[in-house]
């Protein structure tokens, strides 16, 4: 790893994944990003521990093949499934969105008490819920499946998504949870929908967003890993070079993925992982 | 193939080529199934060509192996997207579920005019615009991206998915197709709809099921194939047996399928296609 400007790469099945891209480059402008979105086969949601494995496994390689020096793994379901096989396979240090996720909610629940929204195959894992029991709190956690799909529909300010929150929602703040005080957004997808969520969640209820944390995690990796010094500073104000790579579409991950990132999206490249 | 009792290859993205097996099994029982199923990579509705013709030559090199006389492309998507490539690369006969769909629409519709609901990928091919108009009927097609998920969900009787499919079928018979009078269901997940798009569509509307469909064009190609003897009728007559692979978990598919189906599944078997 060079000791002035870093290279990380982040990993999604799809689009995801660039709602945490988004909150890494707000927050660490002086790296350098390649994002993998695995396109051809996701979702990931719905499939099992040994086929996320597989997949997540494939794509961190090719993103340290491609110069990561340090992985994020920026989709729940993965890091969720699979996070322990990434990081005995890859060769440098890997950050997933749980653990931050998990730290956060338990930085900002006064009782201690956290509904957490995801994938089916987050929520079946139940990775958040041991995270959040490490740390002393207890967490419902709900499943999901309609959000993403709405927000890839592009059906973000929609009444058919806020009735759809609204039934998820209250399954979730049920049975004894009605006193939970924090939303973990377990899904890199949701941050899309939090200014709606705000509306239907519980006035009381703090919205934890997994991306933003994450960030943070990975802000203080970099700290430990490059030290502070006047050319590593001058080298560092340069402007992020970004790198897309997608399994699917290129056409496609632009024009959907430019919804997520916030802004417009160039050079894509078609990844065809050998299948 | 045997002069008898024939071996049927039935593939699909997921669960929806189910509808399509069951339509099979009540029209054809004197033959015998395998129905491949590729949940690992699914769904392929917003996947691109080259990525699904891939997936779906696999997938019947695959049930070929395993002893298919004939293949039936259950998925709308794989027909679409790949059917020509499909057919150049099987050694069997193979039927998609594109044609039979608009054989019936042609048959039943009396305006001609006729609106045709799928998913992304099916809808951008405009494979049913193209095998309708080649009959002479005029075509409006209209993605309905959510649909299938609601399916998966499980909310086929439910007010999101009512209100849902309000939304996309009043935008499929806007712009000039107000007088269509035809609904064809281009998409296997879709005939767990029916009852309830019955409702939603306007009352003049036929509703054309390719799941039907298919199984009434497959019963044609078989007669051509396997006359008649007292030889043949007496096997025939035995219960059909079937075999169920799968690329994702196999208790998921056993779960979800038995819906689709409508009966119970046995006998489903893991496949790993290497990747």
Known sequence: M?????????????????????????LI????????????????????VETVAR????????????????LVIACNTATALALDRIKAAAHVPVVGVVEPGAEAAASVSKNKRVVVIG?????????????????????????????????????????????????????????????ADALVLGCTHYPLLKPMLRRVAPAHVSIVDSAESTAHAVAAHLQTLLPASPAADEERRALPRLKFFATDSVEKFRRLGERFLGHTIEGVQHVDLKE
Chains 1, 2 share one sequence.
């Open 55 to 70: 997949y997540a496994v494939e794509a961190a390689h090719y993103l340290e093949a491609h110069g990561a020096e340090l």
């Open 29 to 48: 402008p002086g790296a350098d990003y390649l994002y993998f979105g695995d396109t051809a086969r996701l979702p990931y949601g719905s499939k099992s």
């Open 119 to 179: 994938t089916e195959a987050t929520v079946s894992s139940h990775a958040y819920r041991k995270a959040l029991e490490a740390r002393g709190l207890d967490a419902q956690e709900k499943a999901c499946p309609l959000l993403v799909p709405l927000v890839e529909e592009g059906w973000v300010e929609h009444a058919v998504t806020e009735q759809v929150a609204r039934i998820y929602l209250d399954e979730a703040f049920a049975h004894g949870f009605h006193d």
């Open 2 to 26: 060079t000791l002035r400007r870093s290279t990380i790469g982040v990993f999604d099945s799809g689009f995801g994944g660039l709602t945490v891209l988004k909150a890494l480059l707000e």
